[in-house]
């Protein structure tokens, strides 16, 4: 029989996002996903996914390891990539993808919410290329297994730092539009990072903490929709002082997207509420506390990210503490 010549990925947190790509992926790669808590369910019944952009009802066993240790054991030829879907939780995944990564080798990819998320890979694996990504993807895992996916799917990648060689994330990006996806190649990914952050910063955690979806904090009270354009402003401000333009109409449309699904009743429940919902910890760092710390080195005045950062924070604590 032929061996298999195709890319090598590994997929690190096959959740929501980690398995529309995995699907995707699976259709022009040779792919393998660590599991965790779905890990029994997926190995009896593999996934489902439903999709209102790739269809209702698709189902797919991929193979599936419990760690990045079996992983490498099963493997006699390194991976390309890794890619990792977990929630963005510092000091966290390094240490666990480690057995999984060769030196020189596998590319890292993320595909996470937040700023300021490369640093401790690339500190980590300083012989490696590192790929950042910014994903639109509405989705959900409920149950364990079957994946709900809405009406959104784009993945902006490049590499980090910016002036590091891109070879690696454009060839990803061609791989996953061959597969069907909607994936964007940039040589400078960070405006786009922090463009996405306009919509986490405010939503995620203002949604969390209120047990609300965006449209019901919209029609709660005449000031909400100051206090979530005042919050978007910040980001705005904190990544103008890095550099980073992003335009006052993208604030304007991101807050307009969520105006314009009031009447036809579709709120949206981002990703911090339903880890909330879950017991689950929440990416407070990566998402508001990154942020705000950028800010204040650069003496931008943050007092709405600043105040859903405590707010935030004390609750992350709070889950973690159960
Ligand atoms: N969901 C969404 O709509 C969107 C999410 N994002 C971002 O994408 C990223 C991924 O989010 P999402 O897919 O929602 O997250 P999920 O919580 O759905 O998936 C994360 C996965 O990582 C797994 N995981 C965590 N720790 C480990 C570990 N130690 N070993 C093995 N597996 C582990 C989890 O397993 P377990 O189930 O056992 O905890 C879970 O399967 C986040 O940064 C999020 O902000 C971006 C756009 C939209
Ligand atoms: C707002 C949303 C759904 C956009 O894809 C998101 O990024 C999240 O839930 O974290």
């Given at each position: 029989m032929a061996s298999d010549t195709r890319p090598r990925i590994?997929?690190?947190?096959?959740?929501?996002?980690?398995?529309?790509?995995?699907?995707?992926?699976s259709k022009v790669s040779s792919t393998t996903a660590v599991c965790r808590s779905n890990y029994d369910v997926?190995?009896?019944?593999?996934?489902?996914?439903?999709s209102s952009i790739f269809g209702k009802g698709i189902h797919f066993k991929p193979n599936i390891v419990r760690d990045c240790e079996e992983a490498a054991s099963e493997s006699s030829q390194p991976y390309d990539y890794i890619v990792v879907c977990s929630k963005a939780i510092p000091d966290t995944f390094p240490k666990l993808i480690a057995p999984a990564v060769t030196s020189k080798h596998t590319a890292i990819v993320l595909?996470?919410?937040?700023v300021g998320i490369e640093e401790e890979y690339s500190v980590a694996f300083p012989d490696n290329?590192?790929?950042?990504g910014v994903v639109y993807l509405p989705v959900a895992q409920r149950p364990a297994g079957v994946i709900n996916h809405g009406e959104t799917e784009k993945l902006q990648l490049g590499s980090y730092p910016s002036t590091a060689p891109g070879d690696q994330a454009s060839a990803l990006v061609k791989?996953?539009?061959?597969?069907?996806?909607?994936?964007?190649?940039?040589?400078?990914i960070q405006p786009k990072r922090w463009t996405k952050l306009l919509v986490n910063a405010s939503w995620n955690p203002i949604c969390a903490l209120t047990l609300s979806k965006d449209t019901e904090i919209l029609e709660s009270s005449p000031e909400a929709t100051s206090v979530v354009l005042a919050v978007m402003l910040e980001i705005q401000a904190v990544a103008a002082a890095y550099g980073y333009t992003v335009p006052r109409e993208e604030v304007d449309f991101q807050l307009g997207r969520a105006h314009a699904r009031i009447p036809i009743g579709a709120g949206i429940k981002p990703s911090m509420l339903q880890d909330i919902e879950?017991?689950?910890?929440?990416?407070?760092?990566?998402?508001v506390g990154n942020a705000v710390?950028?800010?204040?080195e650069k003496g931008v005045k943050c007092t709405g990210l600043e105040m859903l950062y405590v707010l935030g924070k004390a609750l992350d604590l709070q889950v973690g503490r159960r």
């Amino acid at each position: 029989m032929a061996s298999d010549t195709r890319p090598r990925i590994l997929l690190f947190g096959a959740g929501s996002v980690g398995t529309i790509y995995l699907w995707l992926l699976s259709k022009v790669s040779s792919t393998t996903a660590v599991c965790r808590s779905n890990y029994d369910v997926v190995k009896r019944d593999g996934f489902t996914i439903n999709s209102s952009i790739f269809g209702k009802g698709i189902h797919f066993k991929p193979n599936i390891v419990r760690d990045c240790e079996e992983a490498a054991s099963e493997s006699s030829q390194p991976y390309d990539y890794i890619v990792v879907c977990s929630k963005a939780i510092p000091d966290t995944f390094p240490k666990l993808i480690a057995p999984a990564v060769t030196s020189k080798h596998t590319a890292i990819v993320l595909i996470q919410n937040g700023v300021g998320i490369e640093e401790e890979y690339s500190v980590a694996f300083p012989d490696n290329p590192i790929i950042s990504g910014v994903v639109y993807l509405p989705v959900a895992q409920r149950p364990a297994g079957v994946i709900n996916h809405g009406e959104t799917e784009k993945l902006q990648l490049g590499s980090y730092p910016s002036t590091a060689p891109g070879d690696q994330a454009s060839a990803l990006v061609k791989l996953i539009q061959t597969a069907g996806g909607t994936a964007e190649f940039y040589t400078d990914i960070q405006p786009k990072r922090w463009t996405k952050l306009l919509v986490n910063a405010s939503w995620n955690p203002i949604c969390a903490l209120t047990l609300s979806k965006d449209t019901e904090i919209l029609e709660s009270s005449p000031e909400a929709t100051s206090v979530v354009l005042a919050v978007m402003l910040e980001i705005q401000a904190v990544a103008a002082a890095y550099g980073y333009t992003v335009p006052r109409e993208e604030v304007d449309f991101q807050l307009g997207r969520a105006h314009a699904r009031i009447p036809i009743g579709a709120g949206i429940k981002p990703s911090m509420l339903q880890d909330i919902e879950m017991s689950r910890r929440i990416e407070i760092e990566a998402i508001v506390g990154n942020a705000v710390r950028m800010g204040k080195e650069k003496g931008v005045k943050c007092t709405g990210l600043e105040m859903l950062y405590v707010l935030g924070k004390a609750l992350d604590l709070q889950v973690g503490r159960r």
